[in-house]
């Protein structure tokens, strides 16, 4: 089925929003399926799909911005789901572009094995998350530190090529 592509006026003539469409679906490959400008030309938001998803592998599948031009938002997803595995999932800034707060996901899932899942910057919160599940911040060193001794063995073993299994009480 061919793409359609969709443009919506101001009043003034400018393009207010700019939109890709197959199969009845948001779509468009390698660059976003929907863009939303503001009435001096700017953009506003861009957003990626492809079949219908939220969906992006080397970038943010949804932009933000303010109306000097700084992006004010970035969320990564893949397959209709927040998720980053190299950065935050989830980034705010201000409007002079400084991290406000960032929130690590994978598979929708707040997630982050070595400090804080969730940053708020502005008021210095730090939220621990595996999995999902909230913990204190000395649930998480509890588990920090186990998995931390784990992958410093498994490293340096690794190294010299001498498997080892390293177990743990609780």
């Not at 899932?109 to 621990?128: G, T």
């Not at 998350?129 to 690794?158: G, M, P």
């Not at 080892?164 to 609780?170: D, E, L, P, Q, S």
Request: glycine share 6%.
């Amino acid at each position: 089925m061919e793409l359609i592509h969709r443009v919506y006026r101001y009043f003034n003539g400018k393009i207010r929003i700019e939109e890709w469409i197959q199969n009845n679906k948001y779509h468009r490959l390698n660059r976003p399926a929907i863009i939303y400008y503001n009435e001096n030309g700017g953009k506003r938001c861009e957003r990626w799909y492809q079949n219908g998803e939220f969906h992006r592998l080397d970038g943010p599948a949804k932009i933000e911005y303010y109306d000097n031009g700084n992006i004010s938002s970035e969320e990564w997803y893949q397959n209709n789901q927040q998720h980053r595995l190299d950065g935050p999932a989830i980034i705010y800034y201000n409007g002079d572009g400084g991290k406000e707060s960032e929130a690590w996901r994978q598979r929708n899932c707040l997630h982050r094995l070595d400090v804080p899942a969730y940053i708020d910057y502005c008021y210095c919160i730090k939220r621990y998350f595996l999995n999902d599940k909230e913990l204190t911040e000395e649930q998480f060193e509890r588990i920090y530190v186990k998995h931390i001794s784990i992958e410093l063995a498994c490293w340096f073993d690794d190294a010299n090529l001498i498997p080892i299994v390293i177990g743990y009480t609780h």
